[in-house]
């Protein structure tokens, strides 16, 4: 590592490398950990976060934090913080935003008078963190707009402590941010299409809004990354499965889209006769996704063809038991019924939380894999941030 640090020309080697993995990656926040890991890796630094532009305001979209994940290894929680700062000159990120510059700042504590901005000493409080050095990085389109900011923080030498960013860290930094931001459009774009077409679904039945959907694919990609360490799954096969599972379970019941209004809106229970044409959304959705052209094709069906069998065997479409319903389906089928009871929906209150982990451990073993839910429960304060970071601010109207 070192000698690749001053290397300019393995560097180099090394960005078009990472260039190439970045065009990749379909889902956003897959690409925005690579984005970190690779920027940190090159330049030694022990965080970072990425910022993302929306209605004015820089959003707080990824964070990574050597320091803190050595503390406290299990949690995850970090990355659901939902935060956003308007764009400008009072804060560092608002600043570069504005400026669409990078700026090295060799110590946050010790800025110039005569600079504009502040460091926002909150997140390091809340965190037990001291940031000082910082590079922040404006990035720019080709056509020459603003989406975002990453800020990768306290580069460190060899014994690890905290040192000033260097120059030619800048320069080539720069000129990655370029390559990012072309990914981060890209995947920003499937995003929306995928949203788009949950959107569709949602049309037809309002229970399938777009924060139900981000919540129970954050879910699955928490419970994925446990069950992956505890069965020593490699890293690289991690990620790759992490990438194309977010927009997979999203898709669980776009299936939707074929069952018919009158039963999808009817505002009391479904008759025996209708409860059979709804449950054929399952293999509706699996439809749309048959041929497996691509990895992400080839879950999507996997999801929505099993996201409603039970442990049992008593699910439907196919009555599949135990380990013959694909590891994917049993992690969405968790999540989606938890999401389920513990939301507000248009015909019903939300349940009681602690009825809901009741329900759910009572059905461990027979509508859910025993190991799934209690790898749940483990990373429940998880759960909990994902639920906050996605609320149903639509739905608390109609109760
Ligand atoms: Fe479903
Ligand atoms: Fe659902």
């Known amino acids: 590592m070192t000698t690749l640090l001053n290397n300019n020309d393995d560097k180099l080697t090394q960005l078009l490398k990472i260039n190439d993995e970045l065009n990749h990656i379909k889902d956003i926040d897959s690409l925005l950990d690579t984005i970190l890991s690779k920027t940190r890796r090159l330049t030694n630094a022990d965080a970072g976060s990425i910022f993302l532009l929306e209605n004015r305001m820089l959003n707080f979209s990824y964070v990574q934090n050597d320091t803190l994940k050595k503390k406290d290894p299990l949690n995850n929680k970090q990355i659901y913080s939902n935060f956003s700062i308007p764009v400008n000159e009072k804060s560092i990120a608002g600043y570069v935003a504005l400026q669409g510059k990078s700026l090295k700042i060799d110590d946050v504590h010790n800025l110039d008078n005569t600079v504009p901005y502040s460091f926002n000493k909150s997140f ?42 260097k120059q030619a860290d800048e320069n080539y930094l720069n000129f990655f941010a370029g390559s990012a931001t072309s990914a981060i459009e890209k995947a920003k774009m499937t995003r929306e299409i995928i949203l788009r077409m949950i959107k569709m679904a949602e049309l037809r039945d309002p229970k399938e809004t777009g924060s139900h959907v981000n919540r129970v694919a954050s879910y699955s990609i928490e419970i994925f990354q446990k069950w992956a360490e505890y069965h020593n799954l490699k890293y690289s096969e991690i990620k790759n499965y992490k990438d194309i599972l977010r927009i997979a379970a999203m898709l669980h019941d776009v299936g939707k889209v074929a069952i018919s209004d009158v039963i999808l809106k009817k505002p009391a229970k479904l008759s025996d006769e209708e409860f059979k044409i709804m449950k054929t959304h399952a293999y509706q959705g699996a439809k749309l996704f048959r041929g497996n052209v691509s990895e992400l094709d080839a879950l999507s069906y996997e999801i929505a063809y099993t996201h409603h069998e039970k442990w049992n065997g008593r699910g439907y479409p196919r009555k599949l038991k135990g380990e013959d319903i694909p590891l994917s389906g049993r992690i969405v089928a968790l999540a989606d019924v938890y999401d389920a009871l513990i939301s507000a929906r248009v015909y019903k209150k939300a349940w009681k939380e602690s009825d809901v982990i009741d329900t759910i451990k009572q059905e461990s073993g027979h509508h859910f894999d025993p190991e799934i839910v209690e790898i749940f429960l483990s990373i429940y304060d998880v759960i909990e941030a994902i639920r906050l970071k996605f609320p149903d601010l639509d739905i608390r109207t109609f109760i």
């Open 124 to 165: 390091d409080e809340i965190a037990g963190y001291k940031t000082q050095s910082m590079m922040t990085i404006p990035l720019i389109t080709t056509r020459s707009q603003v989406i975002g900011v990453m800020q990768i923080i306290n580069a460190k030498d060899e014994a690890g402590n905290p040192i000033p960013f």
